[in-house]
């Protein structure tokens, strides 16, 4: 058994769900399906949650409607486009203008009473897989395949009640999970799960927040000891950097769950970090291919760190961050100064993807700059230590990364890594190693980053 998960570019529109059908249909091995919504769709739930809760009362409706309208003409579309089979089209069809009804509704009441709580945000953007699904699940049956689809929750995925950002929880959702598919799988049915959507213990609709899709396949994976999970995207697999800013970048063939999650953590947009573990944990295989070109190789993620000719596999560049710099020769004898900001802003629910500093008295760090505001004024608000001079902010910063298994224990590496940004007339700002030796992490200006990039896949990637 295999599971496979199609994103939201592989399942943007009927003739795209067409696609993916048929690249299920001909993997003849048992699998289960993972989707992501209909293009666009996750972000119009958003903004449209968004908008209604500052409308006056008046408005709401219309503006709902008005909504309704365009997200039932791009699903109906879709259905048409995806489900010849005009028996499966009439009997889908009532389901997803059921949903969206149901949808309607839920506007209408952010609108009117002008709350939107995490709780409620879920139930909104849950809409768009618990749609996909249903077409996708049209296509495959128009094509002969016994498809059923189903929620996370319905899957028997169990997630705590924290609203926005879901976390699993293993062991209820392990025993589901083999309950209610494996009697789907023996009964030659292909299960179509929605990606990020699943329910707590009360089956209140929850997400798991970004990198959610990859992560319940990588889950679904693991808990059912699959052959291998693949990852469905719109690019030939991992590449050795962003091919928009150099054109030579190339797939990487094979890269081990180390060097895999690091590339994802620092900015390789095509898996997300979190979903690595699961499979990394089972011994599961990867594969991370191209729905558009499925006889593309692609890339293998697997256990072992492969060693090529290129000791460095990869370059990412990580945009939209900001750096923080904590300063105060006081703070020194403040016990345990690092670890109260860093627990005040975990609690907040603020990541720092790098940390770097010498001494206590003077910490720095990245944080996404949608965090920015808020860590900034959780550290000066919450922070108390004898000569604490506030917090030091620098905008428009990259985060450039360079990953490859062969860096560890190859002599002088970063030697060559900083000399390469030199050459390139490039200043470093700040400069973090991760324990693994696997990555090279630094701080550069954004007007700069570009150029450190191409600087150092020319050198390194062969």
């Known amino acids: 058994m295999i599971v496979m998960k199609f994103g939201g570019s592989s399942v943007g529109d009927g003739p795209r769900i067409v696609n993916v059908a048929r690249i299920v249909k001909d993997t003849k091995k048992p699998k289960i399906v993972v989707v992501s919504a209909l293009g666009g769709v996750t972000d119009k739930l958003v903004n449209i949650a968004t908008k209604v809760v500052d409308l006056p009362t008046l408005v709401v409706e219309k503006e709902v409607d008005l909504f309704y309208r365009d ?26 203008i059921e ?24 139930y909104i953007t849950s809409f768009g897989e618990r749609l996909s699904v249903l077409v996708v699940e049209g296509a495959l049956r128009s094509m002969g395949v016994n498809a059923v689809s189903l929620t996370g929750h319905e899957a028997g995925m169990i997630t705590d009640s924290n609203f926005g950002s879901a976390r699993p929880i293993h062991s209820k959702s392990r025993a589901k999970v083999k309950r209610v598919l494996i009697p789907l799988l023996k009964a030659g049915k292909t299960p179509v799960i929605t990606g990020f959507v699943s329910g707590n213990e009360n089956a209140k609709i929850t997400t798991l927040g970004r990198g959610g899709s990859d992560y ?55 898996i997300h970090s979190k979903m690595i573990e699961p499979a990394m944990v089972a011994g599961i295989p990867v594969w991370v291919k191209n729905s558009f070109k499925p006889e593309s190789k692609g890339t293998l993620i697997v256990r072992d760190q492969k060693r090529i000719k290129s000791v460095i596999k990869s370059v990412t560049i990580k945009k939209d961050v900001a750096l923080l710099t904590v300063q105060g020769v006081g703070m020194a004898e403040t016990p345990n100064i690092a ?25 720095s760090f990245i944080v996404n700059q949608g965090d920015l505001e808020k860590a900034v004024d959780l550290i000066e608000n919450e922070i108390e230590a004898d000569g604490f001079r ?40 700040m400069i973090a190693q991760g324990s693994s030796e696997v990555n090279i992490s630094f701080v550069v200006k954004d007007s700069d980053s570009k150029k450190a990039v191409k600087a150092l896949h020319k050198r390194f990637i062969k």
């Open 71 to 96: 997200i039932l003409i791009q699903h109906r579309e879709a259905l048409e486009d995806a489900v010849p089979d005009r028996r499966v089209l009439s009997e889908l069809l009532p389901k997803i």
């Open 99 to 122: 949903l969206l009804d149901q949808l309607r509704i839920g506007l209408l009441g952010v609108g009117y009473l002008e709350d939107l709580s995490p709780r409620s945000m879920d």
């Open 216 to 270: 319940t396949a990588s889950l679904l994976g693991n808990y059912l000891s699959s052959k291998e999970v693949q990852i469905w995207t719109d690019v030939e697999g991992i590449m050795t950097t962003d091919p928009r800013i150099v054109r030579e970048a190339k797939p990487i063939e094979t890269l081990s769950y180390v060097e895999a999650m690091d590339l994802a953590y620092f900015g390789a947009k095509v």
């Open 339 to 363: 670890g109260r900001i860093f627990s005040i802003l975990g609690g907040n629910s603020i990541n720092i993807p790098m940390i770097s500093g010498s001494s206590e008295s003077n910490l």
């Open 390 to 429: 506030g917090v030091k902010v620098k905008e428009n910063v990259s985060v450039i990364t360079v990953v490859g298994a062969g860096m560890a224990g190859t002599k002088g590496i970063a030697a060559k890594v900083f000399s390469t940004i030199s050459k390139a007339n490039v200043n470093i700002i």
